[in-house]
């Protein structure tokens, strides 16, 4: 059973960065690809991020592209997003998201497994 867990959310001023972390357990994170959601108040879960398994090939919402940075660490077995130029509408509860197959699918319903979310908040 993989399990995710998050890490690096906080408050930040708008302009500055924030990276945050997935950390996978039970599965190598080269065979998994790893999507970055958001999920506003009031508002339905966003893509924001994916990275192929394997190739390691990102993917990113017009909406952060040039800003935000995924990767992976596979020693660590950790998935990261950098996050530059924050901006207040980036305020959301970040979610770290993964699934077996091979594409970076924006669809939530495609993930399989979940992490728990971390708080995102800037400030303007």
């Known amino acids: 059973q993989v399990q995710l867990g998050e890490s690096g959310g906080g408050l930040v001023q708008a302009g500055g960065s924030l990276r945050l972390s997935c950390a996978a357990s039970g599965r190598a994170i080269s065979t998994l690809s790893v999507g970055w959601f958001r999920q506003a108040p009031g508002k339905e879960r966003e893509f924001v991020a994916a990275?192929?398994?394997?190739?390691?090939?990102?993917n990113y919402s017009d909406s952060v592209k040039g800003r935000f940075t995924i990767s992976r660490d596979n020693a660590e077995n950790t998935a990261y997003l950098q996050m530059n130029n924050l901006k207040p509408e980036d305020t959301a509860v970040y979610y770290c998201a993964a699934r077996t197959g091979s594409a970076t699918v924006p669809d939530p319903e495609k993930y399989d497994y979940w992490g728990q979310g971390t708080q995102v908040t800037v400030s303007s």
């Open positions: 990275i192929m398994r394997s190739s390691g090939y990102p």
